[in-house]
């Protein structure tokens, strides 16, 4: 009785000792995924696979996307765990300092077409959290060589000046006064989301104008637009809500999202929370205005009424007669920022070249413009924009017929 009561002690002891060990192992499991779970959040705000995929491959965080910059093309780097041409020997740190530092492995400076002047705001948690998540990707051999840049763009020693002048490292720190909501906001448009990276002016180096934050930039062939709170050029007009139905679906009852932007939408806010799509709303919805510095240029008469002409036939069967569009389906150009802006890039190359709006799960429709670029010339083109700059409440610069002209050219030239 006594040696099996011993036996049997043992053998609760056991149990016990293999139950204690389970319930740390699903602790710790648990502990993982949430991390990595965190993770994929975190990448998708940062749009991560927009960058990184190269459509068409198959192959996710594979790299090989060309990123387009003033100074030439770079490819996107592999940042599934391949250990040979991917992440996957990198440790914690080489990983954290790459997102906040833009330094790699070797310590050499990286281009910042990788966002870390927006990144570096990231917590080392988050930072971490995204590593999690990208060690659970399929590891895919794919070498990059990421420098396709002319003499002397590719010496990445320069880099070194170009940080000392545009780069200021340091993470996100709240502002006391303001909501957590609106610190939310801020950390995603100001740091993961990197919206600067293309509505922010840049200089002649390519750094951001940091006194014109979110004005507006022209890149990739189209003008990315004022998104201050500015009531002719931004976001003035559009509520809360509708900023976050914008992020969320890509339309609202004001516009259409194509372009960078659909992709952006594509890729990474539509897949978002909506908490966190609100709380971007909120921090833009309190950005200053950014106004333009001088007025338009003086518009020809004739040139407007010959493009109402134009617009009648060709455009008021989708757009309306009065421009207000139908909200969710055709943009509205009464009264538009979009069409407002100094800047007639995007304008001029959906008319030249057509454009699809983005298909989202929450609006799949994606409707199109088709091109009008085969039917129109320049001079016809001209007319039609400053039509429709000069109507329904709008008042912007006139484009002219070597404005269509350069823009046409510079699309040949392009595959996009």
Known sequence: MRSSAVVGLWGLAAIAAAGAAYAATASVNTQDFKQRERGRQLAVAGDCAGCHTLPG?????????????????????????????????????????????????????????????????????????????????????????SDQLPFPFNVRASLAGWDKLFFKPGAFKPVPNKSAEWNRGAYLVEGLGHCGACHTPKGTLGGD???????????????????????????????????????????????????????????????????????????????????????????????????????????????????????????????????????????????????????TDKAPTAPAMPSFGWILDDAQVADLLTYVRNSWGNASSPVSADDVGKARRALAKRRD
């Not at 809360?240 to 516009?255: V, W």
């Not at 799509?277 to 010959?306: G, R």
């Not at 309306?320 to 150009?333: E, N, S, V, Y």
Request: charged share 20%; net charge neutral.
């Open 57 to 145: 491959s198959g192959h996710d965080f594979a790299g090989g996307l060309s990123i387009e910059t003033p100074f030439g093309n770079l490819l996107a780097a592999n940042i599934t765990p391949d250990a040979a041409t991917g992440i996957g020997a990198w440790s914690d740190d080489e990983f954290v300092n790459a997102l906040t530092k833009g330094t790699g492995r070797s310590g050499e400076h990286l281009y910042p077409a990788m966002p870390y002047t927006y990144y570096t705001k990231l917590s080392r948690d988050d930072a971490l959290a995204i590593r999690a998540y990208l060690k659970t990707v399929p590891a895919v051999h794919n070498p990059v060589k």
């Open 209 to 359: 104008k940091r006194k014109q934050p979110l004005r507006g930039y022209a890149l990739q062939g189209w003008f990315a637009p004022n998104i201050t709170n500015d009531q002719r050029l931004g976001l003035g007009t559009w509520s809360a809500d509708d900023i976050a139905e914008y992020l969320k679906t890509g339309h609202n009852r004001f516009s259409a999202a194509s372009g960078p932007m659909g992709d952006v939408i594509a890729h990474s806010t539509s897949q978002m929370s909506d908490a966190d799509l609100h709380a971007m709303a909120t921090y833009l919805k309190d950005q200053p205005a950014q106004k333009e510095e001088s007025a338009p240029a003086k518009v020809d008469d004739a040139a407007v009424k010959t493009g109402g002409r134009i617009y009648a036939d060709e455009c008021s069967g989708c757009h309306g007669r009065d421009g207000k569009g139908t909200p969710g389906l055709f943009p509205a150009l009464a009264s538009s920022p979009a069409v407002r802006q100094s800047d007639a890039t995007s304008l001029m190359r959906v008319v030249i070249r057509g454009a699809r709006s983005v298909g």
